[in-house]
């Protein structure tokens, strides 16, 4: 079994930034893939940034260039920087682990970003 903790949101003014953290913890698979998905009010969960155990990324269009995906392997934790927030950034963000064809989710932390 896999549990996931996040850690990280609050409120942000427009223009802010935030470091969002997920640590992983039981039995965990070296070679997993971890991301961040969000999930707005109304709206469906979509992906927002995934890394993969060797260090590959990747980003939804809509955060490209402002939020940057990073791991620390030895610490089973994944993290999530993200700058230059939106109001439209606003929603609760999930951490991620896949391993053995398996999927985990964490609890979920609240960002929410004030105009």
């Known amino acids: 079994q896999v549990q996931l903790v996040e850690s990280g949101g609050g409120l942000v003014q427009a223009g802010g930034s935030l470091r969002l953290s997920c640590a992983a913890s039981?039995?965990?698979?070296?070679?997993?893939?971890m991301g961040w998905y969000r999930q707005a009010p109304g709206k469906e969960r979509g992906m927002v940034a995934l890394?993969?155990?060797?260090?590959?990324?990747a980003y939804a269009d809509s955060v490209k260039g402002r939020f940057t995906i990073s791991r620390d392997n030895a610490k089973n934790t994944v993290y999530l920087r993200m700058n230059s927030l939106k109001p439209e950034d606003t929603a609760l963000y999930y951490c991620?682990?896949?391993?053995?064809?398996?999927?985990?989710w964490g609890q979920g932390t609240q960002v929410t970003v004030s105009s």
């Open positions: 890394i993969t155990s060797g260090g590959g990324t």
């Open positions: 991620n682990l896949v391993q053995y064809g398996l999927t985990y």
């Open positions: 039981g039995s965990i698979n070296s070679g997993n893939a």
